[in-house]
T-cell receptor, first 113, second 110 residues
Framework: NAGVTQTPKFQVLKTGQSMTLQCAQD?????MYWYRQDPGMGLRLIYY???????DKGEVPNGYNVSRLNKREFSLRLESAAPSQTSVYFC????????????FGPGTRLTVL | DQQVKQNSPSLSVQEGRISILNCDYT??????FLWYKKYPAEGPTFLIS?????DKNEDGRFTVFLNKSAKHLSLHIVPSQPGDSAVYFC?????????FGTGTRLQVFP
C-alpha cells in the first residue's frame, strides 16, 4: 500500500512554461484534493474532486486546472507558470465522509523563475 | 476570511515539559476538528481529532481540548520530546473539504 504518491518531487520552471503534477492513491478513496503550502499561509485548497467525474474550485484556483482521470488519479496543471506559483504542492485523498481523515502525499516543490 | 486561526506561528518548549498549541475558529457550524503534524519535506499526517459532542480527547501523550463557547481548541503534548518538533495544523471539515489554520511550528529542545 503506497498511499498517496506524487510526481515529480521537485521541479524548476521558467515563467510561461507549463507542467502537470501527477497524483495517485491506492486506498480506493472517493475524494481527492490539491493544496499549496506557502510560508505563513498554511495549506490552501486549490481544487478538489469530491468523487470520480466531478471537480470543484477551492480557495485559490486561478492559474490552475485539474483532471480527475479515474478514481485513483487526480492531476494538477499549470498552463503558464508564474513566479507566484512557486510553492510546495500537496495532493490528498479521503474516503468520503466529512469526518474521515485526509491522507497526504509527500509533496512537490515547485520553483518558477 | 480565516475561519480557523492559529495565532502563534512558533513555540519553543524544553524536552519533558508540556507543549500547548492553540487554535480558534469562527464558524459555529464546525462540529469536528482535527490536528495534523508536518515534518519538513513530508506531507502532513493526521494526529488526533475531536467531535463537538466531547470536550476532551486523549491519545497517549496527546490531548485535545475543545471549548465550544469560546470557539477554541488546544492540543497538549505531555511530555514533549525532540521528535515532536514539527509544524502543527488544526483543521475543520466543511462538506468534503478541510479548512486549515496557518500552523504553529513547535521546537522541542533538550
Amino acid at each position: 500500500n503506497a498511499g498517496v504518491t506524487q510526481t515529480p518531487k521537485f521541479q524548476v520552471l521558467k515563467t510561461g512554461q507549463s507542467m502537470t503534477l501527477q497524483c495517485a492513491q491506492d486506498m480506493n478513496h472517493n475524494s481527492m484534493y490539491w493544496y499549496r503550502q506557502d510560508p505563513g499561509m498554511g495549506l490552501r485548497l486549490i481544487y478538489y474532486s469530491a468523487s470520480e467525474g466531478t471537480t470543484d474550485k477551492g480557495e485559490v484556483p486561478n492559474g490552475y486546472n485539474v483532471s480527475r482521470l479515474n478514481k485513483r488519479e487526480f492531476s494538477l496543471r499549470l498552463e503558464s507558470a508564474a513566479p507566484s506559483q512557486t510553492s510546495v504542492y500537496f495532493c490528498a485523498s479521503k474516503s468520503g465522509r466529512n469526518t474521515d481523515t485526509q491522507y497526504f502525499g509527500p509533496g512537490t516543490r515547485l520553483t518558477v523563475l | 476570511d480565516q475561519q480557523v486561526k492559529q495565532n502563534s506561528p512558533s513555540l519553543s518548549v524544553q524536552e519533558g515539559r508540556i507543549s500547548i498549541l492553540n487554535c480558534d475558529y469562527t464558524n459555529s457550524m464546525f462540529d469536528y476538528f482535527l490536528w495534523y503534524k508536518k515534518y519538513p519535506a513530508e506531507g502532513p499526517t493526521f494526529l488526533i481529532s475531536i467531535s463537538s459532542i466531547k470536550d476532551k480527547n486523549e491519545d497517549g501523550r496527546f490531548t485535545v481540548f475543545l471549548n465550544k463557547s469560546a470557539k477554541h481548541l488546544s492540543l497538549h503534548i505531555v511530555p514533549s520530546q525532540p521528535g515532536d518538533s514539527a509544524v502543527y495544523f488544526c483543521a475543520a471539515p466543511i462538506d468534503v473539504k478541510l479548512i486549515f489554520g496557518t500552523g504553529t511550528r513547535l521546537q522541542v529542545f533538550p
